[in-house]
């Protein structure tokens, strides 16, 4: 399942576009582990603890970056509220 990832500084940030409801976010986080694709690259992470809410701002900044070219939908979908409660760090496994 295709999910979008951003980063803020050194560390990997992800968030779930269905919510806590979302299949893939609860799967992630029963399991506590994911695999992400990107640049070529595969590997497996762990999804740690919950992101602070003073880097939320900078995220937001890093999916309107990253993923604006996709139109305003998505990237609203992912700096909403409820995908913003699932916003967590990723660690390599």
Do not use: C
Not at 5 to 23: K, N, P, T, W
Not at 63 to 89: C, D, E, F, I, W
């Amino acid at each position: 399942m295709p999910i979008w990832v951003v980063r803020v500084g050194d560390d990997l940030y992800v968030r779930s576009y269905g919510g806590i409801d979302g299949a893939w976010f609860r799967h992630a986080t029963a399991s506590g582990t994911a695999r992400i694709r990107a640049g070529g690259l595969e590997r497996d992470v762990i999804l740690a603890e919950p992101a602070e809410a003073s880097v939320h701002e900078q995220i937001d900044s890093g999916y309107q970056g990253k993923y604006g070219r996709y139109g305003g939908s998505p990237v609203t979908q992912m700096t909403s509220l409820a995908a913003t409660a699932t916003t967590v760090r990723l660690n390599p496994a």
